[in-house]
T-cell receptor, first 115, second 109 residues
Framework: DTGVSQDPRHKITKRGQNVTFRCDPISEHNRLYWYRQTLGQGPEFLTYFQNEAQLEKSRLLSDRFSAERPKGSFSTLEIQRTEQGDSAMYLC?????????????FGDGTRLSIL | GQQLNQSPQSMFIQEGEDVSMNCTSSSIFNTWLWYKQDPGEGPVLLIALYKAGELTSNGRLTAQFGITRKDSFLNISASIPSDVGIYFCAGTNAGKSTFGDGTTLTVKP
């Protein structure tokens, strides 16, 4: 399977702990996106990368959130000092670098539950 | 910011019926996308629309990019039980996608 891969699929942690998620995009895709989705809503944009450069960050991405894509391949999303409101599905998507409006292909997400 | 209004919020239909759902926005988008999401999985791309007025089909699915670039609709013909799921529209500008809140489709056999 050569789709977008996310790890872990589920993460349960106590409030105040740090968590890190990983995303491996489709291999020939240079653009990588992070979204957050809560129950009953559509995905909300968090940030995106063109190769290793982080080009845009949403205001949803507080100082406790940081995303990296050090070699332009896989990406990590870290949440520090987790809060109850961070409970959500975190989705990663990728798209090819052939125009800004190429459709994004999603992974199956990491579901985060904060106790 | 940009927001999409997707309707209806939910639909309960009989197998074999046709379905129509739509998205409207106060903002113009360069691309409209339609995704389907099953429980516990990520959204799967169904149809991508790139030009105002474009009408595109994918099997039993047909979608159109509104002429004003502020709306799109998705039709599903002759629904089957595996069409059950949540359908999302998304408008894209400069690489960033804005999603509607979904239409939940239930198909009764």
């Amino acid at each position: 399977d050569t789709g977008v891969s996310q790890d872990p699929r589920h993460k349960i942690t106590k409030r105040g702990q740090n968590v890190t998620f990983r995303c491996d995009p489709i291999s020939e895709h240079n653009r990588l996106y992070w979204y957050r989705q809560t129950l009953g809503q559509g995905p909300e944009f968090l940030t995106y990368f063109q190769n290793e450069a982080q080009l845009e960050k949403s205001r949803l991405l507080s100082d406790r959130f940081s995303a990296e894509r050090p070699k332009g391949s896989f990406s990590t999303l870290e949440i520090q000092r987790t809060e109850q409101g961070d409970s959500a599905m975190y989705l990663c998507a990728s798209s090819p670098d052939t125009g800004y409006n190429q459709p994004q292909h999603f992974g199956d997400g990491t579901r985060l539950s904060i106790l | 910011g940009q927001q999409l209004n997707q309707s209806p919020q939910s639909m309960f239909i009989q197998e074999g019926e046709d379905v129509s759902m739509n998205c409207t926005s106060s903002s113009i988008f360069n691309t409209w996308l339609w995704y389907k999401q099953d429980p516990g999985e990520g959204p799967v791309l169904l149809i991508a629309l790139y030009k105002a007025g474009e009408l595109t089909s994918n099997g039993r699915l047909t979608a159109q990019f509104g002429i004003t670039r502020k709306d799109s609709f998705l039709n599903i013909s002759a629904s089957i039980p595996s069409d059950v799921g949540i359908y999302f529209c998304a408008g894209t500008n400069a690489g960033k996608s804005t999603f509607g809140d979904g239409t939940t489709l239930t198909v009764k056999p």
